[in-house]
C-alpha cells in the first residue's frame, strides 16, 4: 500500500470514528466500519477441507481475514481476496502479524478478548509491528496511540461487532484457528507459506479484475444478504450479483469446486422454503422485523436455487445479526460438477 493511501484511510477511519461516536447510525458511516473478527460461525469450513488443502486455490471475500486464517489450518495458502472495503486489508495484515508472533492466548488478549488490560496493547503492538508492511505500521502505530480502545464502545465505534464480543467458550466454537493448540499451531505453521493477491473490487466488478486464474473454493460469505440490506433496487442488484457468480466464478470454479453462495443468519434450511411461509398476522414490532427478515432470505434462497444446484448445511447461530430469529443458521452452497 502506497504511504498516501495508508494515510487516506486513516483519516476515513477517524472520520468514521467520530461520526459514530456520537451515536450516529447512518448507514454509510456504518459501512465503513471496518470489522474486526467474522460475524459466521466458521466451524463450517471443517467441512470443505478438502477443498482447503495447500494445492488448491481459493477466492474469497477479505472481511476481517478470518475466511482466509481458518482455511490455512487445513493447509490452504493460495489465497486471492477482493472486499470494496479498503480498510479491512489492514486488519488482515494486523491479525496475521499477531499470530506470527503471539502464542494463542496472547493473540485472545490482543485481539479477541475486549476488556482485558492486553486488548491492542502498545506493548504488545511493538513486539508485532516488525512483521507489517510497509505504510500499515504506521497506520496501526497511529490508531493504537491515539484511541482508547479498553471499553466497549470505543471498540465499537471503530469496528463492527463479530466474534469478540461473544462469550469466550463460543468464540472458540465459531473461530477454527484457536479451537484447539492444534489447530493454532496449524496457522501459525502456514502464516509464511501465504500467497494472498488483493483486490478492492466488488463482487460485481471481479468480472473486470479477475484474469484466467481458477478456483477450488469460492466464499462469498453473505455479501449477497448484504446487497440486499443495503440496495433499494435489491432485485435488479441481487439478479446482477447472482449472474456475475454464474456467469463469472463458477466458471472459474475448478472440477469438485465449491462456492459458498450465501451464509444465512437466523434461518434453518427449513425456514428457507417457500412453503414454510406462516400466514399468520405478526402481532408485534419483533415479529414483523423477523417475518420481513425471514421473506427476504427465502427470496435468495429461491433466486440462488433458479440458477445453482443448491445445497444447504445447517449450524448453530452466531447471533451476530440486528435480526433476531432463530438458532440455526445456514450455510447455501453449490458445487462444480
Ligand atoms: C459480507 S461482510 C459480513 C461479515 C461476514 N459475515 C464475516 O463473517 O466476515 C464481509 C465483507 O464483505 C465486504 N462486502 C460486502 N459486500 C460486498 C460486495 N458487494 N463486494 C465486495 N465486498 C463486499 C464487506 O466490506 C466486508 O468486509
Redesign the pocket.
Known amino acids: 500500500m502506497e504511504r498516501q493511501e495508508v494515510l487516506d484511510n486513516l483519516k476515513t477511519m477517524f472520520k468514521v470514528l467520530l461520526n459514530s461516536q456520537a451515536n450516529n447510525v447512518d448507514i454509510d458511516i456504518y459501512?465503513k466500519k471496518?470489522?474486526l473478527?467474522?460475524?459466521?460461525n466458521?466451524s463450517y469450513l471443517r467441512s470443505f477441507k478438502d477443498n482447503l488443502s495447500k494445492d488448491k486455490n481459493i477466492l474469497t471475500?477479505?472481511?476481517?481475514g478470518?475466511?482466509v486464517l481458518a482455511s490455512t489450518i487445513f493447509g490452504a495458502v493460495n489465497f486471492t481476496t477482493?472486499?470494496?472495503?479498503e480498510l479491512?486489508y489492514p486488519v488482515y495484515e494486523l491479525k496475521k502479524a499477531a499470530a506470527l508472533n503471539l502464542n494463542v492466548s496472547q493473540y485472545n488478549n490482543f485481539l479477541l478478548k475486549t476488556g482485558n488490560k492486553k486488548f491492542f496493547s502498545p506493548i504488545i503492538f511493538n513486539t508485532l509491528k516488525k512483521d507489517l508492511p510497509a505504510g500499515l505500521d504506521e497506520y496501526w502505530q497511529t490508531i493504537i496511540s491515539n484511541i482508547n480502545l479498553s471499553n466497549e464502545e470505543d471498540i465499537a465505534a471503530l469496528f463492527?461487532a463479530?466474534i469478540h464480543i461473544c462469550k469466550d467458550n463460543l468464540k472458540k466454537e465459531f473461530l477454527p484457528y484457536i479451537r484447539t493448540n492444534k489447530d493454532y499451531y496449524n496457522l501459525n505453521d502456514n502464516l509464511e507459506k501465504i500467497k494472498l493477491k488483493h483486490y478492492k473490487?466488488?463482487?460485481?466488478?471481479l468480472k473486470n479484475t479477475l484474469t484466467d486464474e481458477t478456483f477450488d473454493f469460492i466464499n462469498?460469505?453473505?455479501?449477497l444478504?448484504?446487497?440486499c440490506y443495503?440496495s433499494d433496487e435489491s432485485n435488479e442488484e441481487i439478479g446482477n450479483?447472482i449472474d456475475v457468480i454464474k456467469n463469472v466464478l463458477y466458471e472459474r470454479l475448478n472440477p469438485d469446486g465449491v462456492i459458498i453462495l450465501d451464509?444465512v443468519f437466523g434461518n434453518s434450511k427449513n425456514d428457507l422454503k417457500e412453503n414454510n411461509i406462516e400466514n399468520k398476522k405478526p402481532s408485534n414490532y419483533n415479529e414483523k422485523a423477523k417475518e420481513i427478515f425471514n421473506r427476504r432470505n427465502r427470496k435468495l434462497y429461491n433466486m440462488l436455487n433458479d440458477k445453482f444446484e443448491i445445497n444447504t448445511l445447517e449450524l448453530p447461530t452466531t447471533g451476530l445479526y440486528n435480526v433476531k430469529c432463530g438458532n440455526r443458521d445456514t450455510v447455501i452452497y453449490t458445487k462444480k460438477k
Open positions: 459501512l471496518p470489522y473478527f467474522s460475524t459466521e466458521l471475500v477479505l472481511g476481517s478470518d475466511q477482493f472486499d470494496y472495503n479491512q463492527k463479530g473490487s466488488t463482487l460485481i466488478d462469498l460469505s453473505n455479501i444478504d448484504n446487497v443495503v450479483n451464509y
